[in-house]
């Protein structure tokens, strides 16, 4: 069964940091490009980016809000993605959700873990 | 950046008629790398469609969706009550990946 289980949500002064992790198991890790999603409350869902797997150069893309911000990495001996979140504002306080594509096309997600950024 | 449009913005419909909601993109979506999620409160989004067309496992077959390039379709064939729900599109043709801005299909 694939499972996507993100943690290290919390409450963050704006300006502050926050490193959330995706623990992942059921499928191959090391060959899946591997996203972030976050949904503010009571509005639409948002990407925040992605990172390929390392056979296909591991690359990262960001969406333009969190660009130079925000830091996607992974480390495919712990099955774990990474989202490192610096200069945090108010308006990154969401609901983040990691997910991947699968081979056969279907799209998997964590529950999300929640992010506040507020004084 | 592909910008998805979704329309209409609310849907008002009744429990057995036939909902159709719209997805256009501002460029071709490549490879029709298109899915449609539903979103209830307090849950994950739930995908229904991907690569526009296929309908995941255990989604019921009154659920399917159509297009390719830059006009995409969700069709609802018979709404039943628990189909009331937000749905989004979402392209992963070209990066950066972008989201619809969703589309409220409530009860009339």
């Known amino acids: 069964e694939v499972q996507l289980v993100e943690s290290g949500g919390g409450l963050v002064k704006p300006g502050g940091s926050l490193r959330l992790s995706c623990a992942v198991s059921g499928f191959t890790f090391t060959n899946a490009y591997m996203s972030w999603v976050r949904q503010a409350p009571g509005t639409g869902l948002e990407w925040v980016g992605r990172?390929?797997?390392?056979?296909?150069?591991?690359?990262?893309d960001y969406a333009a809000p969190v660009e130079g911000r925000f830091t996607i990495s992974r480390d495919d001996s712990k099955n774990t993605l990474y989202l490192q979140m610096n200069s945090l504002k108010s308006e990154d306080t969401a609901l983040y959700y990691c997910?991947?594509?699968?081979?056969?096309?279907?799209?998997?997600w964590g529950q999300g873990t929640l992010v506040t950024v507020s004084s | 950046e592909i910008v998805l449009t979704q329309s209409p913005g609310t849907l008002s419909l009744s429990p057995g008629e036939r909902a159709t909601l719209s997805c256009r993109a501002s460029q071709s979506v490549s490879s029709n790398y298109l899915v449609w999620y539903q979103e209830k409160p307090g849950q994950a989004p739930r995908l229904l469609i991907y690569?526009?067309?296929s309908r995941a496992t255990g989604i019921p077959d009154r659920f399917s969706g159509s297009g390719s390039g830059t006009d995409f379709t969700l069709t609802i064939s018979r709404l039943e009550p628990e189909d009331f729900a937000v749905y989004y599109c979402h392209q992963y043709g070209s990066s950066p990946y972008t989201f619809g801005q969703g589309t409220k299909l409530e009860i009339k």
């Open positions: 997910i991947t594509r699968s081979l056969t096309g279907f799209w998997y």
């Open positions: 690569d526009a067309s």
């Open positions: 990172i390929k797997s390392k056979a296909d150069g591991g690359t990262t």
